[in-house]
């Protein structure tokens, strides 16, 4: 697969419809980039969730849908990526799922949860982190 940086300059569509457009690959749902949306945001509820634990769960998801629709609306405008409503579906899920992952972590470990997410989150953080320069690096 050939992909180069200038590329990107020319590239801005939106797609609303769900499960559609960069989705399809052989006339089937290619899981795994909507997989990768999910993992990838699971840490983002996570830390917003230790970050403000007083907030309500509502508003917890109503910052976390705020950020995605702001990360969709980013790549449209700055032609960086198809914005797409499966992205911000898949984004919202993975944010969703870190904080219960949060509240499963409070209820079984009380006190130490903040502590053993710290570690886990750093260890995630470091590896998409990894992934994202060995990303770039095969890019060029």
């Given at each position: 697969m050939q992909f180069s940086f200038q590329d990107l300059l020319d590239f801005r569509r939106i797609n609303l419809i769900p499960f559609a457009g960069s989705f399809i690959k052989n006339d089937q749902i290619d899981m795994g980039e909507i997989i990768y949306n999910v993992l990838a945001l699971i840490l983002f509820g996570i830390y917003i969730s230790m970050l403000k634990s007083s907030w309500s769960f509502l508003k917890k998801?109503?910052?976390?849908?705020?950020?995605?629709?702001?990360?969709?609306?980013?790549?449209?405008?700055?032609?960086?990526?198809?914005?797409?409503?499966?992205d911000l579906m898949g984004n919202m899920l993975?944010?969703?799922?870190?904080?219960?992952?949060?509240?499963?972590?409070?209820?079984?470990?009380?006190?130490?949860?903040?502590?053993?997410?710290?570690?886990?989150?750093?260890?995630?953080?470091?590896?998409?982190?990894?992934?994202?320069?060995?990303?770039?690096?095969?890019?060029?």
């Open positions: 998801i109503a910052v976390i849908a705020g950020f995605s629709l702001l990360f969709e609306v980013l790549q449209f405008v700055l032609a960086i990526g198809g914005s797409d409503v499966t993975g944010e969703i799922i870190g904080v219960g992952v949060y509240i499963v972590f409070c209820k079984l470990f009380r006190k130490k949860a903040n502590t053993i997410l710290n570690v886990l989150d750093s260890i995630g953080t470091l590896f998409v982190f990894s992934l994202f320069i060995l990303f770039i690096n095969f890019i060029d």
